[in-house]
Structures are given as C-alpha cells and as structure tokens.
C-alpha cells in the first residue's frame, strides 16, 4: 500500500467508524454492503457525501453505480484526488 | 456552503460523541451541550442514535417545554431529516418524537382514523411536500388558463391536507414552502411561459403564504433558505434521482434548525433579549482608550458603516419585540457617552432597556440582566467579538445563547438573522411597544425607589386593571401569552387558536384578558385567567401573568374578578391547580397566599387548592378595575 493509500484508508476508516457508529470498525478493499449489517441505501448516501466532503471532490452516479467494495471507493478516490 | 456557522465548531465533537456514548445513562444534558456546537449530518445522527438509545423515549421529567410528537407528512423520502429535527430541538431543550408517513401515503393516513398516524396522535404536524408531486402535469405547452388550473389543484389538496389534520389532531401546523429546483426555460422572463414548473412553484409559495395566513398554518420557508443559501447548498438533483432526497443530506441540520425553531417559538422558548458588547462589537475600537472622537462608527469609512449596519439591525430587532440590553467591560460613563452624545451612533439610550457597563465579569453581568429584565437567562442572546468572553459565558452560562461572530461586522447581521434565534410567528401590538414598556418600568422603579413606603408608590401609580372576555380582537395575543408564558404560570396548559376560540364559545367557561394601565403608560395585556365551571365548582384551569408586573397587587385584584364572575355564573367554590415545571416555581404557594386551602398535593409538586366563596372577603388594593 502507498503513502497515499494509506491516507486514504486511514480517512476511510474513520468515515464507517462515524456513519455506523462503531468506533472499532475495520476496513479492507474487500469489503461490501453484504458483510456489514446495516449498510442500506441511505448509509451508502452518508459514507459518498461525507467521501465527498472530506476529500474535496464530487463523485458522479456512474462511478457511484460501479462500486462494488471499498477498493473501488479507494481506487475512485485516489484518481479524482490526483486529478 | 457551511451550514450552522452561528453555532461554535466543536474540533473535539467524534471524541465527546463517543465518550458519551460509551459512558450512557442521563445523556440528556450532554446532548444538549452538543447540539449546541457545529455537527455535520453524520454526527447529527450519532448524537440522535445516542439519545435514542441511553434516553430512550422517556425525556427529564424538568424540561420547560412539553415533549412535542411531531409528524413529518411528505411525498418523498424525508427520513434523513428525522434525526436532524430531533437534534436541533435538543439545541433548544425540547424533545420531540418523529413519525413518517408510509411512502406516498400521507393523504390516506390522514384520512383513516385507523392508520398508524392516528394511533401516534401527533401534537405538531409538518407538510413537506416536493417540488416533483406537487407540479405533476405541468409542463411547458400549457396556456396560462390550464396553469391556473392546476396552480388551484395544488392549493386544493394542500388545504385538503391542513383541513384533514386540524380535524383529526387540532393541533399546530408547519408547511414547509416548495423547493424550486427546476431549471428555467425562458429564463430572466420566466414569468411569461405559464407552464414552466419553476414558475409554478413561485407562484405556488406565493399562494402557500397567502393560505398559511388565512389558516393559521406556519411556514418552514426553505425557499427563502435556497434563496440565500443557494440551491446547491440544499438540493442534490443526483441524489434525487438516487434516493428521492429532495433536501439533500448534508443540510438536514439546517433543515432541522428551520423546523425546530418554529417548534421553540410555539412553544414560547424563542429568544427575547439581545446582549450586546459595545467596543469593536457595535462600534470600531475601545471607547476608553480612544474616546469619543476616536471610535469608528458612521458613514465616509468602510468598517464604521458596517458598525452602522450591526446598530441598524438591533434597532430593527428592538422595533419588533426584540429586547436590547448592553453588557461590557467599562466605565460606565465612558460606555454611555456614545449613546448620548455620538452623531453617527444609531442606538440611542431609549432603545438599551437594560444596560451594565463596569468591570465585573460579563457572566455576573448577564445574570443581573436577566434578573432586571425578570427574563430567564435562556432568553438570552450574547453578542460580543472578543473569543474570550464568548468561551467564558458559554461554559459559565450554558442556556445563553453565544453565537459566533465575524471578524467582519458588515457580516454580523446575516449571522444574526440567519440562526433564527428570535423565531416569532407574529407580531402583537405589545411586541411593538415593548421596549417603551422596559423604559417605562425603569421609571417606575425610580418612583418606587423615591417612594418612602410600598403602600405610596402603588398609590402613586394610579393603577388602572382592565379586564375583558377573550374576543377575536385580542386572540392573537392571547394565545402569544398562553404559548410562551413559562414562570407565572400555574398550569403552563398550551392552547392553539382553536382551543381558545372554544373557551369563548363554552357557556360554562371563562376566558380573561388583563390589561394594566398606569400614569407611567399602558402596560399592555398581562394576564390571562381560564375558568371552567363543573356544578357549583369553578376551576381556574389557567392563570398566567407577565413577570413585569409583579409585586403590583395584580393578583388579589384578579382573584376578585375571578370570584365575581364565578358567583354570577352560581359557583360556589373556586379551585385552583399548580402544576410544576422547571420554571414556574415562583407560583407554587400562589394560591395558598391568596388563601385558598389545600387540598391534595401530589410527591410530583402538583397540588389543588380551594377557596370557598361564601367566607371570601377580597384584599383591597390600589387598582382600580374596570371591564373594557
């Protein structure tokens, strides 16, 4: 993992520790809505919108819709940031 | 776009939210601290889960507002905004409990007594409606006659909705204005295409305001919000699509802020008294180290005419009910003179009804205000520049409000306005006079203090009560009093303008408006009693006064009202109830000093009293009453 990854991981860690309230929450790339109880829609609203606030960028429906785990969430995060 | 930017930034917010969690038990307090400081919407909604889950539904028993049960009656997805309104209701000290529509079916719920909606019995219900539902069918080829048309199929099932709900619950109601989020299609003339649904909307809210005045509906104007905000500060058309959010997530606590101070104001727990610090608050520099001429206030500099512009809003303030009072660190002479001799100054003497210039701290200071004004300290508003002093008041003096202020004093006014503290739903005669009524006090309290005895100065002040039945004239006062009176009140019973217009149709009850007048000026209406006659038992089911005029002999000359009229309507006893609350303990032996006997007095503080009208010889008094 890179520097910047690393960042951005950390970052990621703490925005599902505050929209699921567990402040012991573990992320990996591997990650997906399926393995976290509670992760519905309107979570997945709360974890763009607080991605977006944080990282200073916009993230648009298409890139939205092909997320499949948290590794693309990074990987999407990673590109727009450098950009 | 930052939401809240009145409210102080609280870097340290996830930890606290934690710590409090994992610590439970009474969070109330804690929450309400919190509330008080900048959260985003996800901390929004971890400070809700927190009091849902260690408060439960069971609030303190001492709060000085009722719990309210608010509905949120929409047409699209309104759940995010729950949290948010519950939230910013603890900022104030109320708890409110939510209820949702099942999606799309807030008609049909309100139309079945059976549905879940009845069996929540709302107190308080708001209409959000989006800007999709309520312009289904307009469109661009329509002529301005089809426009006109569906234009009054909105309003009809707006007023439908209003009239189902005051049918089904009689309680307060929110509606909150419409959303314009459509993209124009003419453009600067849009006003020309009777279609375009941007248009339809404006002239929708202009309707809305209209009907909410003549059906005593409030507003929730989150398109005045959008104005000022921007629409992108509100209103995410990709997440529209997404999630049908039409106010988008990260402004629920706006939003909720808008809702729960139209709840506070109901509820009599808006903010009444303006604080105001003077050196580099309401003008440039340090009066004491610059003097007179070298302070910067007026016109021909940039920075003087933003001072202007801060005095220029608190007068506005001051002119519809707004309190003023100085607080500040100086010799008083020093902080005066500006007001008295200054040319450019826009505040003057007459408009500060309370004004503490020394060198005490500005807590103590702002205590004794609060007392001189007989206002609570959560009535208060503290404006002053200097960090230090903002810090110290917030941690001494929670319940003041201490909004954060701009380094830039052409922007205080906005800040001002915009964190909604002074929330009113309308403006009563008295709120007009109010100040004058604070002047005039202090004029009373020279005469009391060159009085050598009590006895000569309620003599000298050639007192007039005059008393009348509710009538629609004084309504809306009435039900302002009824709403907002916290400390002499008995029974804090909140009524809307429905109830009170049922006393004045109930041949067995009474309603009374008290209006004092003295050679110092009018008062205003200062007392309200309800009495509901049962047999020979008549029970004074309210009796409120304004704090301004204790000590007055208002009461006994009341009771004697009270007495006479109960006798002519064949009572033979009077009974009065005390019902505590966090603020009305300056009431509990009320009745007993008017000698009523006790009857039963509960572990909870409530108590009844009665008072038998055959033994009853009325205390003279100096006040002279007439009905009017």
Request: net charge negative.
């Amino acid at each position: 993992m890179t520097a910047d990854q690393a960042g951005i991981y950390s970052a990621l860690t703490e925005i599902f520790r505050e929209v699921f309230m567990n402040d012991d929450m573990q992320i990996s790339p591997t990650l997906t809505a399926k393995d976290v109880p509670g992760w519905d829609s309107f979570k997945q609203i709360e974890i763009m919108v607080s991605v977006e606030e944080r990282f200073g960028i916009k993230l648009n429906t298409r890139e939205i819709d092909s997320m499949k785990c948290v590794g693309d969430l990074a990987a999407v995060i990673a590109a727009k940031a450098a950009a | 776009m930052q939401h809240l930017r009145w409210l102080p930034p609280a870097a340290d917010a996830r930890a606290r939210l934690s710590a409090l969690d994992r610590a439970g038990g009474e969070v109330w307090k804690q929450a309400v601290a919190l509330a008080g400081t900048r959260l985003d919407f996800v901390a929004t909604n971890r400070l809700d889960a927190i009091v849902q889950r260690h408060q439960g539904a069971v609030p303190p028993a001492d709060l000085a507002a009722p719990p309210v049960r608010l509905a949120v009656l929409g047409s699209a997805t309104l759940t995010h905004l729950h949290a948010p309104i519950r939230v910013a209701a603890l900022r104030r000290g109320i708890s409110v409990t939510t209820y949702e529509n099942d999606y799309g079916q807030y008609l049909q719920e309100l139309l079945d007594p059976r549905s879940a909606l009845h069996e929540f019995r709302p107190n308080a219900i708001l209409f959000s409606f989006d800007a999709r539902s309520l312009t289904q069918g307009v469109h661009a080829a329509l002529d301005a006659e089809a426009a006109a048309a569906a234009l009054q199929a909105a309003e009809a099932l707006i007023l439908q909705c209003w009239q189902a709900a005051r049918d089904g619950f009689g309680c307060p109601l929110m509606q909150q204005t419409v959303l314009d989020s459509f993209p124009a299609l003419l453009g600067n003339n849009e006003h020309r295409l009777p279609g375009s649904r941007s248009w339809f909307v404006h002239e929708l809210n202009a309707s809305l305001r209209r009907l909410a005045d003549r059906h005593g509906v409030d507003l929730v104007a989150l398109d005045q919000a959008a104005a000022r905000d921007g629409l992108d500060a509100w209103h995410d058309p990709a997440l529209w699509h997404r999630s049908k959010q039409e106010v988008s997530p990260a402004a629920g606590p706006a939003y909720g802020d808008l809702v729960a101070r139209l709840i506070a104001a109901r509820a009599g727990r808006s903010y009444k008294c303006l604080v105001l610090d003077l050196d580099n608050t309401l003008w440039g520099g340090v009066v004491g180290d610059d003097g007179l001429e070298g302070i910067v206030i007026g016109q021909g500099s940039p920075l003087g005419e933003g001072f202007v512009a801060v005095q220029e809003y608190a007068r506005e303030l001051a002119r519809r009910g707004v309190i003023l009072a100085v607080c500040s660190k100086n010799d008083e002479a020093n902080a005066r003179e500006p007001f008295e001799k200054h040319p450019d100054m826009v505040l003057r003497p007459a408009d500060i009804a309370c004004f503490r210039a020394n060198w005490d701290d500005k807590a103590a200071n702002i205590r004794a205000i609060a007392a001189e004004l007989n206002i609570g300290l959560d009535a208060l508003v503290f404006l002053d520049d200097n960090p230090f002093e903002r810090n110290l008041i917030r941690e001494q003096l929670p319940m003041v409000a201490v909004p954060e202020v701009p380094d830039e004093p052409a922007l205080v006014p906005a800040i001002l306005a915009d964190a909604g503290y002074f929330e009113s739903l309308r403006l009563t005669e008295d709120d007009r006079l109010r100040t004058a009524q604070y002047q005039e006090n202090r004029a009373r309290e020279q005469l009391r203090a060159s009085s050598s005895d009590i006895e000569g100065y309620l003599r000298g002040l050639d007192m007039k009560l005059i008393w009348k039945r509710f009538d629609p004239v004084g309504q809306q006062r009435i039900v302002q009093l009824i709403n907002k009176t916290n400390q002499f009140n008995l029974t804090t019973r909140r009524y809307t303008d429905e109830d009170v217009a049922a006393i004045m149709a109930d041949p067995d009850a009474f309603g009374l408006q008290l209006r004092l007048l003295d050679r110092f000026g009018d008062n205003g209406i200062i007392g309200i009693v309800i009495g509901r006659k049962n047999d020979d038992l008549l029970h004074i089911d309210t009796w409120l006064m304004s704090c301004r005029v204790l000590g007055r002999q208002v009461e006994p000359a009341t009771l004697t009202l009270i007495a006479d009229l109960s006798r002519e309507m064949g009572a033979t006893r009077l009974r009065g109830e005390y019902i505590p609350t966090k603020k009305n303990g300056m009431v509990r032996d009320h009745y007993v000093k008017l000698g009523f006997s006790l009857i039963a007095s509960e572990p909870d503080g409530r108590s009844l009293a009665e008072l038998d009208l055959a033994g009853f010889v009325p205390t003279p008094t100096f006040i002279q009453m007439t009905e009017g």
